[in-house]
């Protein structure tokens, strides 16, 4: 158990919809990431959050969109979704201090019909 | 822009006997670390190991080692002892020092099959 939970594990909506997933980081890190899984495009980045503000970001679309909230849980946003939204999406946490490694939590399993 | 290259998409191995993953990255940085992450069929990605690239011991966690080339660019996996369970997707990835930019840019993966 990596301490990352995200819900929900998995999520099925119909392509036009918002979808918002849910990530609760390792007690203690206040740095969270986004990161999508696909068949054609791998592992991606798409943001980074540091105690509440974004700190990075990666190839994200414009329809998506992120935030941390005080109790350092955060929640990404999709919305008009597409077919090719289909994917898996993670969300890691780390501890500050240069190098620490990231920890992820089981993913959200994201499809779109 | 940082780069991972992992050029065996996939890699088979006899249970017990040994498998070296190969990892290849482009930088033009000194001060970064890399990381193998392994997913199994269950979707989790786990950590594996670890390395700093100042250091140049490599590192080592029990059946799981690294040879990093830090000339040559280049970070292989070696299991030892193979096991059912190793059985997986690995990942290399890589990471920037900067605090700016610490954002994991992963390889395309080996998904590791270990005949019993």
């Known amino acids: 158990d990596s301490g990352v939970t995200q819900t929900p594990k998995h999520l099925i909506t119909a392509t036009g919809q918002r979808v918002t997933l849910r990530c609760s980081p390792r007690?203690?890190?206040?740095?969270v990431y986004w990161y999508q899984q696909s068949l054609d495009q791998g592992l991606q980045f798409l943001i980074q959050y540091y105690n509440g503000e974004e700190r990075a970001k990666g190839n994200i679309l414009e329809r998506f969109s992120a935030q941390q909230f005080p109790d350092l849980h955060s929640e990404l946003n999709l919305s008009s979704l597409e077919l090719g939204d289909s994917a898996l999406y993670f969300c890691?946490?780390?501890?500050?201090?240069?190098?620490?490694?990231?920890?992820f939590g089981d993913g959200t399993r994201l499809s779109i019909l | 822009a940082q780069t991972v290259t992992q050029s065996q998409p996939e890699m088979s191995v006899q249970e017990a006997e040994t498998v070296t993953l190969s990892c290849t990255y482009d930088t033009s940085e000194s001060d970064y670390y890399l990381f193998w992450y392994k997913q199994p069929p269950s979707r989790q990605m786990i950590l594996v190991i670890r390395q700093e690239a100042y250091k140049q011991q490599n590192a080592t966690e029990n059946r799981f080692s690294v040879n990093f080339q830090k000339a040559a660019k280049s970070f292989s996996l070696k299991i030892s002892d193979s096991q059912l369970g190793d059985a997986a997707m690995y990942f290399c990835?890589?990471?920037?020092?900067?605090?700016?930019?610490?954002?994991?840019?992963f390889g395309q993966g080996t998904r590791l099959t270990i005949n019993p």
């Open positions: 990835a890589y990471r920037s020092a900067n605090q700016g930019a610490q954002k994991l840019v």
């Open positions: 890691a946490s780390s501890s500050s201090g240069s190098g620490q490694p990231q920890h």
């Open positions: 007690s203690g890190d206040l740095s």
